[in-house]
T-cell receptor, first 114, second 113 residues
């Protein structure tokens, strides 16, 4: 079945460092891809999305490009801030399958220190 | 922020007792979902609804039932709670199934002793 694999955390960075969180997927057809962020004690918020190959999603300085050839959707940010400390989830939705919800990776914890 | 509330936000109960969690939305979205979040597992789908009285099972539905009698409310029931159901439960809504984008509630932390 469809699945999402994220790099294991925690990821610990200093403020202004570059961030990459790897995400790869396995899916039939042409899934839509998402990054969600969960701040401490809160629910998940959509960070960015891409619905077809080569699309780039971006928001709040974060970017991710839908790479069909490598089945990847890596999250990147050029300069992280302390406020970016959170858990990040990569997810997919397979638009070829009706009646299914999002399939999530296990999440990657990011901790940024000043 | 999407108008989604969950109640209760925290609950401690004992093994064998029934528990009902409520998700309420003010967005009039058709699709509603229940997930559980556990360390090392990410979020996993329990049940979902695609309309009033229309529901279906997700990946981890055993031991859970749901009901949706109104567009705005989606109830998750644990008929006889077990310690393995200790988790954080999230409700999500979506206007269009194919769009994929879901909006999440704040979560309910359930502890079964």
């Amino acid at each position: 079945g469809d699945s999402v694999t994220q790099m294991e955390g925690p990821v610990t960075l200093s403020e202004e460092a570059c961030l990459t969180i790897n995400c790869t997927y396995t899916a039939t057809g042409y899934p839509s891809l998402f990054w969600y962020v969960q701040y401490p004690g809160e629910g998940l918020q959509l960070l960015l999305k891409a619905t077809k190959a080569d699309d780039k999603g971006s928001n709040k300085g974060f970017e991710a490009t839908y790479r069909k050839e490598t089945t990847s959707f890596h999250l990147e940010k050029g300069s992280v801030q302390v406020s970016d400390s959170a858990v990040y989830f990569c997810a997919l939705r397979n638009d070829n399958q009706a009646g299914t919800a999002l399939i999530f990776g296990k999440g990657t914890t990011l901790s940024v220190s000043s | 922020d999407a108008g989604i509330t969950q109640s209760p936000r925290h609950k401690v109960t004992e093994t064998g007792t029934p528990v009902t969690l409520r998700c309420h939305q003010t967005e009039n979205h058709r699709y509603m979902y229940w997930y559980r979040q556990d360390p090392g597992h990410g979020l996993r789908l329990i049940h979902y609804s695609y309309g009033v009285k229309d529901t279906d099972k997700g990946e981890v539905s055993d031991g859970y039932s749901v009901s949706r009698s109104k567009t705005e409310d989606f109830l998750l029931t644990l008929e006889s709670a077990t310690s393995s159901q200790t988790s954080v439960y999230f409700c999500a809504i979506s206007e269009s199934e194919l769009a994929g984008e879901q909006f999440f509630g704040p979560g309910t932390r359930l502890t079964v002793l």
